[in-house]
């Protein structure tokens, strides 16, 4: 997330065209959810140490990454970890995301998802899911620099939550 935020500043000043600024947004923010999703894979690997039923082994297998808020719902429903919340211990303080950047997360979630896979062109799920009003139907989402900034931040630390909380001692040890 690092270099995905240094690349943006970088290239944000300078590139001058508005259309090429848009694009180079919209890179930021699906990268920033092709980041993320490693990680939580690579974390999901170490999920798979605990034991579970061969139906939730299956579930946490097909379990989708792309959006983070849904994720964290399933792993805190199985495994009481996830993105949104990170306790704290002894060294890292505790984080947790305001109502706000949820639904924040939510439409940029949604922005990639149209970006990826409309070219930008905002479609009904769009308008149902990511509760951005700005946007109509048929729509082309220009995204701006301040929400890939934004979001960079986000993901970062919706990873650090994931992260601290499958690594975190007591939870390895099936403590709270």
Known sequence: MDKTAADLEAADKAVSDRDERAKL?????KGSVSELE???KHLRERLFNYPMTLRRRK???ELSFQDPLDADQALLQ???VG???WRGDAGTPSRQFPEADLAFIRKMVQTRHILVHSRGVVDQNYLDRGG????QLGE???PRSKEARRFIALARTLGANLMDNVEN????????
């Open 25 to 29: 947004w919209g890179d930021t923010i």
């Open 38 to 40: 490693p990680l939580a």
């Open 59 to 61: 579930q946490l297998e």
């Open 78 to 80: 199985w495994f009481d």
């Open 83 to 85: 993105y949104l919340e």
């Open 132 to 135: 951005d009003k700005q946007f």
């Open 140 to 142: 082309r989402i220009r």
């Open 169 to 176: 001692e007591d939870f390895l040890r099936g403590g709270s």
